[in-house]
């Protein structure tokens, strides 16, 4: 008999708001960065499981975005326009640098290194177009401007690399239900896949495999592949009980997917077979964003103001 999902190990709650994104820095396993829709970042002690700080980060509009770039810096976007870099010191944190970026989408931001110089994905806002600057001087890089048709806005990024010429490349879902694998240096699109009628909401990919898999405003996952020539290839189609998914992630060791629903489920694939291995339940809304802090506890947060956390021993 097959093992019954579990139940989760515990459920972080205070967030005055919908949590709308989370982040476990690399440099710690203790340390949990939350963002809600009322644009306060919280950062939560895992082992004391407490909140040991507060961040009034985007005044009135959701934290869409959370990444770290060392223990002193912190990286946050909200849709209010501005990508602001935290540093932390005397025990307070306080914006070192802000970048513009598009109010109109929902697109999270993206940070990738190249050549030890670390650059920023930022949804411009003009539709349809990226920026890659360079997040020490703030200097742009490129330019992601695709002119062969209307793609409507950025709706999602994901950053990968070509391990067989070692070169940058962003995967970008469009609004059109479409995703464009781009060249940034050369700014150039190297293939572009019809997926979905309707938008493209959540997109991951493994570098490693070359495969990844996106969702949309319906019941149905499709997965894809990169070709050593660049090309994009679209593989399975899985279909779940209920519309809408809100967030895929793979995790690191390549071995397992997870995505997230409005229909307020969790939900185990394997990324080698893409078969379905659990449903997880717990949460009374959409849950909207998900993150591993090993590769057996997944953390996720919902709209119902909750963050779960589970024991994955798949």
Not at 85 to 97: D, G, H, Q
Not at 194 to 217: A, E, H, P, Y
Not at 287 to 294: E, L, M, N
Request: glycine share 4%; hydrophobic share 40%; net charge positive.
């Amino acid at each position: 008999m097959a093992k019954p999902p579990p139940d989760p190990i515990f459920i972080l709650r205070g967030s005055i708001s919908p949590v709308s994104c989370l982040h476990a820095p690399a440099h710690s396993l203790d340390i949990l960065y939350c963002g809600n829709q009322s644009g306060q970042i919280t950062v939560w002690n895992l082992k004391s499981r407490r909140v040991t700080c507060t961040i009034e980060a985007h005044v009135k509009s959701t934290v869409l975005w959370l990444q770290s770039l060392n223990e002193k810096e912190l990286l946050s976007q909200g849709r209010d326009g501005l990508i602001k870099l935290w540093t932390y010191e005397n025990e307070r944190f306080s914006v070192k640098t802000s970048f513009k970026c598009s109010s109109q989408t929902f697109c999270c931001s993206a940070l990738f290194e190249f050549n030890k110089i670390r650059y920023l994905v930022l949804p411009n806002e003009q539709q349809s177009v990226i920026d890659i600057v360079n997040i020490k001087n703030s200097q742009l890089m490129a330019t992601l401007k695709p002119t062969d048709q209307k793609y409507g806005m950025c709706m999602c990024v994901n950053n990968s690399y070509s391990s067989v010429e070692a070169k940058p490349l962003l995967l970008i879902g469009y609004e059109n239900g479409s995703i464009i694998l781009w060249d940034i240096l050369a700014e150039k699109v190297l293939d572009r896949l019809d997926m979905f009628l309707d938008s493209i909401m959540c997109l991951d990919f493994s570098s490693q495999l070359l495969k990844g898999l996106c969702g949309s405003v319906n019941n149905t996952l499709k997965t894809f592949r990169i070709t050593k020539e660049m090309k994009l290839i679209q593989d399975k189609e899985l279909e779940v009980t209920n519309d809408g998914f809100s967030n895929i992630i793979i995790r690191n060791d390549n071995k397992l997917v997870v995505t997230t629903g409005w229909d307020s489920t969790i939900r185990l694939f394997s990324m080698k077979s893409w078969k379905p291995l659990a449903v997880l339940k717990y949460h009374k809304e959409s849950v909207q964003c998900a993150t591993f802090i090993s590769n057996n506890i997944l953390i996720c947060g919902s709209k119902d103001k909750l963050i779960s956390l589970w024991n994955i021993y798949t």
